[in-house]
């Protein structure tokens, strides 16, 4: 099953040793995918990580190579300009910056995996394929 993950699972999964997130990521019956912009938003916040990690900076850093290996990393330009106007509209009233996630759903055909609050304003929005 192909699925589009959120930065808010990959730093939930970070954060504690036993998530359900973990297990999950590391299921052979699921295909990851994410916009590349993942990775920098991760860079970003990586001083947070390690803050809040119950693991050491080097096991924690070792988690997130593992999970990336997991990940096709997808570049927003092979996504058509409607597909990302409609995701667009789906997000601009709770969060224009999950547009990039939800256009890759959209043009993958794919669930999008991401927090529950997310989900809410989404479906509202007319979005409703969840992991």
């Not at 295909?31 to 990580?49: C, G, V």
């Not at 256009?103 to 055909?109: G, Q, R, V």
């Given at each position: 099953?192909?699925?589009?993950?959120d930065t808010n699972i990959i730093f939930s999964a970070s954060l504690s040793v036993n998530s359900k997130f973990r297990e999950l990521?590391?299921?052979?019956?699921?295909?990851?995918?994410?916009?590349?912009?993942?990775?920098?938003?991760?860079?970003?916040?990586?001083?947070?990580?390690?803050?809040?990690?119950?693991?050491s900076n080097?096991?924690?850093l070792n988690f997130l190579n593992k999970v990336f290996d997991r990940i096709q990393f997808y570049k927003l330009e092979l996504i058509s300009n409607e597909i990302y106007a409609e995701a667009y509209k789906i997000c601009k009233d709770y969060d224009e910056n999950d547009t990039p996630f939800v256009?890759?759903?959209?043009?993958?055909?794919a669930k999008l995996w991401t927090g529950d609050k997310i989900k809410i304003a989404l479906k509202q929005n007319g979005f409703d394929n969840f992991l």
């Open positions: 099953m192909r699925v589009v993950v990521l590391f299921n052979s019956y699921y295909e990851f995918y994410a916009p590349a912009t993942l990775l920098d938003e991760i860079n970003r916040h990586i001083d947070k990580i390690f803050k809040y990690s119950k693991q080097y096991e924690t256009a890759l759903a959209m043009h993958l055909n």
